[in-house]
């Protein structure tokens, strides 16, 4: 909240006297041509010459476009005035104090508190705010941006005690909002608005950081057992349910077997050798391998009973 004349305020009001004494110059040169020669006359003349000047220029005030200027008559305030330009009445008028419209920043400094489950912590903020009324900035507190960054810091402490670490640490967004609601309540008063406050950092002892290192790991240790788990049960029930459907229908696991020997052909670096098998429990064989040696067998029993029934007829 300034209280002092800009630079170019004041250059006005001295452009402005200059101009007003030359035209006084001016005018005494007429009025001496006129004839005018009395000494008091001339006293006079001086004087308003030199007090008008001052009067005019001191009336002057400039305000930026992001400025208010409050305005004292009598030490009663009767308004505030800008942007541009606007006059007072020196002597009766005083314009004390220019308050700025601009949304301000102000970096709170790291706060240090314990949070609702005892563990020390400390948050560093930014808070946002601007001035939505600027009669009560400066008629309800002395100086709202040192009243504002006090309650931003008292309040952040408060806040920190309110939540848990857990909270602290994936919550950051909810606590600004905190943070902003609180102060925002506190400050409205004064003409104050907080749009937003911005969690930067949440900052914890290096030996809690390794126990909370530990225990997100062992969380994800956790999960990824547990998804193991879940896979190999899922992977037991469908080989069980492959297993019922092979048992149901002996030609679908000709079939896939017929499919797995192809795979294995596909890579070129494995050797299939074909054994027969004798027993229907061994993998069955898509070239008809399985049951070879009964079947050499019936045809060796056959041949052995041809030739039997053969030599009688001989004999006769």
């Known amino acids: 909240m300034g209280q002092t004349v800009t630079s170019y305020e004041f250059g006005v009001q001295l452009l402005v006297w200059l101009l007003l004494i030359l035209l006084f110059l001016v005018v005494g040169f007429f009025f001496y041509q006129l004839g ?33 200027v409050a305005v004292l008559r009598l030490g009663k305030f009767i308004g505030m005035r800008g942007p541009g330009l606007f ?35 400390t948050v560093d903020a930014v808070v946002y705010f601007f001035v939505r009324n600027p009669s009560a900035a400066v008629l309800k507190v002395q100086n709202y941006e040192k009243a504002t960054q006090l309650g931003a810091q008292s309040i952040l402490r408060d806040m920190i005690g309110k939540f848990t670490l ?65 896979a190999e049960k899922l992977a037991a029930q469908l080989m069980l349910e492959a297993a019922q459907t092979y048992a149901r229908d002996p030609i679908a696991l000709q ?28 993998m069955p064989t898509p070239v008809g391998v399985y049951g070879l040696i009964e079947k050499l067998s019936e045809l060796a029993k056959t041949s052995a009973e041809t030739k039997q029934a053969g030599q009688p007829e001989a004999a006769s």
């Not at 609601?181 to 290096?206: C, F, N, Q, S, Y």
């Not at 499919?259 to 229907?280: A, D, R, W």
Request: with cysteine.
């Open 166 to 230: 857990d909270q602290l640490l994936g919550e950051r967004e909810r606590l600004a909002q905190e943070i902003q609601r609180a102060l925002d309540a506190m400050t409205d008063e004064w003409g104050i608005k907080v749009p937003m406050v911005e969690v930067r950092e949440v900052i914890v002892d290096p030996q809690l950081e390794v126990a909370i290192a530990r225990e997100a790991a062992a969380e994800r240790e956790k999960r990824a057992r547990v998804r193991l788990a879940e």
């Open 36 to 68: 005018m020669t009395s000494a008091s006359a001339w006293v006079i003349y001086c004087f308003i010459a030199l007090v008008v000047p001052i009067f005019v220029a001191a009336s002057i005030r400039i305000a930026a476009e992001w400025e208010r």
């Open 255 to 282: 079939l896939r077997s017929m499919n797995m020997l192809y795979e294995m052909t596909l890579e070129g670096k494995s050797t299939v050798i074909f054994v027969p098998t004798e027993t229907h429990l061994a």
């Open 87 to 121: 006059f007072i009445v020196p002597i009766l008028e005083t314009t004390p104090a220019r308050v700025d419209l601009r949304v301000r920043t102000y970096d709170v400094p790291r706060q240090r508190s314990l949070s609702k489950d005892n563990v020390p912590v």
